[in-house]
């Protein structure tokens, strides 16, 4: 599968960001603790603003763990809002099209999981985009397209209920092909202001996800943390595993929910697929 990390707050370096961290992001593709494979190294992606409305983008095809530029990229750059996301194909080619986040307009996109036998439902999910959108799928995953599928139903207008809907479409697809247990997802969404997380899988078996705690709080248990002390009060975390064992810090993102991250204010609700 994958890990990925969506960061929101003050302005924040990308090497602290994706570097020192105990358990970084960085370190995680070489040694993921709650993946479903410890290595993630089929490429790696970060998305980040610093002129909205338009984040900016770097893939690369090699691991994240032995990229120069990555390097050098981040200790060069701060962002108020980061996606970066480490690669792990569930066999679609290791190319940079593949790689997440995938950007439309202001919006990025990355997604950790599968679609259970894609090459048997891709056809028909393939059919069901918006035909003016079609042309702009670049890659080969089933990520994107399912990306392109939540815009199709209304992404820019209302996440929630777009991705419920995409879903929804995906898992009926699926049972018309027989296949059991076709969604497995943690997906993380935004438009530059805001950001939609969502842990959701047809098996009730999803993929781990959690969010960070009220950073003021962190503060007050740590005192001594450098990195807690340069952010501002309403910086936020969602993340596919912790990125330390600091006390306090994490919280469970619980099964089937949609996470909603605006400033410092991050609402938990259920999630359930729209039927078809």
């Known amino acids: 599968m994958c890990r990925w990390i969506a960061y929101s707050g003050s302005p924040v370096n990308l090497e602290d960001l994706l570097y020192k961290p105990e358990r970084s992001l960085v370190?995680?593709?070489?040694?993921s603790r709650l993946g479903a494979e410890t290595i993630n190294g089929d490429g790696f992606g970060i998305g980040w603003y610093s002129r909205p409305p338009r984040p900016g983008l770097f893939h690369s095809t090699d691991p994240a763990w032995n990229d120069r530029n990555l390097r050098e990229l981040s200790a060069l750059a701060w962002s108020g809002r980061v996606f970066?996301?480490?690669r792990a194909s569930t066999g679609t080619a290791v190319q940079q099209t593949n790689c997440h986040p995938f950007r439309y307009g202001r919006w990025l996109w990355m997604h950790n999981g599968l679609i259970n036998d894609f090459s048997t439902i891709k056809r028909d999910m393939t059919l069901a985009v918006d035909p003016a959108l079609f042309p702009l799928i670049e890659g080969s995953t089933d990520s994107e397209l399912f990306f392109y599928l939540a815009l199709t139903y209304g992404l820019e207008n209302d996440p929630p209920r777009a991705v419920a809907r995409a879903v929804g479409v995906i898992e009926a697809i699926g049972r018309?092909?027989?296949?059991?247990?076709?969604?497995?997802?943690?997906?993380?969404?935004?438009?530059?202001?805001?950001?939609?997380?969502?842990r959701y899988s047809t098996e009730e078996k999803s993929r781990s996800l959690f969010r960070s705690t009220d950073i003021s709080a962190l503060r007050a248990l740590h005192p001594t943390h450098e990195l807690l002390q340069g952010?501002?009060?309403?910086?936020?975390?969602?993340?596919?595993?912790?990125?330390?064992?600091?006390?306090?810090?994490?919280q469970e993102v619980p099964e089937a929910s949609t996470l909603v991250v605006q400033g410092a204010r991050a609402e938990v609700s259920s999630?359930?697929?729209?039927?078809?």
């Open 27 to 31: 370190m995680q593709s070489k040694h």
């Open 84 to 86: 970066a996301h480490i």
């Open 176 to 198: 018309n092909h027989g296949v059991e247990y076709p969604m497995q997802m943690t997906v993380a969404t935004t438009d530059g202001e805001t950001t939609w997380a969502f």
């Open 231 to 250: 952010l501002s009060a309403d910086a936020r975390l969602v993340v596919s595993e912790p990125l330390g064992d600091l006390e306090g810090a994490w």
């Open 271 to 276: 999630f359930s697929p729209t039927p078809v």
